[in-house]
T-cell receptor, first 112, second 112 residues
Framework: GDSVTQMEGPVTLSEEAFLTINCTYT??????LFWYVQYPGEGLQLLLK?????DKGSNKGFEATYRKETTSFHLEKGSVQVSDSAVYFC???????????FGAGTRLTVKP | KAGVTQTPRYLIKTRGQQVTLSCSPI?????VSWYQQTPGQGLQFLFE???????NKGNFPGRFSGRQFSNSRSEMNVSTLELGDSALYLC???????????FGNGTRLTVT
């Protein structure tokens, strides 16, 4: 079945460092891809999305490009801030339903 | 626009009891999905309701059930609680299939 594999954490970076969190997926069709972020004590918030190959999602300085040839949707940010410390989840959905499949999550800690 | 509201935020129950969790979706959203989040298993899809009908179901035992009312509010019930049911239960609403999910802050259930 459909699944998402993302980079194991935790990831610890210094402020203003470059961030990459890898995400690859397995799907039978053409899924929509998402990155969600979870801050302590809260639910998940949508960070960005892409619905077809070569689409680039972006928000708050984060970017991810839907690469069908490598079945990947890696999350990047050029300069992280302390406030970016959170858990990041890669996810996919297809088959016209809301059975969204999530990766295991990657905990990011940014130190001043 | 108010976000997804889940009540209660915290619950402590003993083994064998049953519990009901409530979720009010974003106004206008007709799809409500439920997820279980645990450190070991991550985010797992429980079920999705759309217009009072269960549209999708994950791989959970029959002790887990749900329903949706005509105003789109949803409840989730877990009967005969087990220690392994301790988790954060997240509700999410969306406006359409394959659209981003909007999550509540969750109900943390502890079974002792």
């Amino acid at each position: 079945g459909d699944s998402v594999t993302q980079m194991e954490g935790p990831v610890t970076l210094s402020e203003e460092a470059f961030l990459t969190i890898n995400c690859t997926y397995t799907a039978t069709g053409y899924p929509s891809l998402f990155w969600y972020v979870q801050y302590p004590g809260e639910g998940l918030q949508l960070l960005l999305k892409a619905t077809k190959a070569d689409d680039k999602g972006s928000n708050k300085g984060f970017e991810a490009t839907y690469r069908k040839e490598t079945t990947s949707f890696h999350l990047e940010k050029g300069s992280v801030q302390v406030s970016d410390s959170a858990v990041y989840f890669c996810a996919l959905s297809e088959n016209n339903n809301n059975d969204m499949r999530f990766g295991a999550g990657t905990r990011l800690t940014v130190k001043p | 626009k108010a976000g997804v509201t889940q009540t209660p935020r915290y619950l402590i129950k003993t083994r064998g009891q049953q519990v009901t969790l409530s979720c009010s979706p974003i106004s206008g959203h007709r799809s409500v999905s439920w997820y279980q989040q645990t450190p070991g298993q991550g985010l797992q899809f429980l079920f999705e309701y759309f217009s009072e009908t269960q549209r999708n179901k994950g791989n959970f035992p029959g002790r887990f059930s749900g329903r949706q009312f005509s105003n789109s509010r949803s409840e989730m019930n877990v009967s005969t609680l087990e220690l392994g049911d301790s988790a954060l239960y997240l509700c999410a609403s969306s406006s359409a299939a394959n659209s981003p999910l909007h999550f509540g802050n969750g109900t943390r259930l502890t079974v002792t």
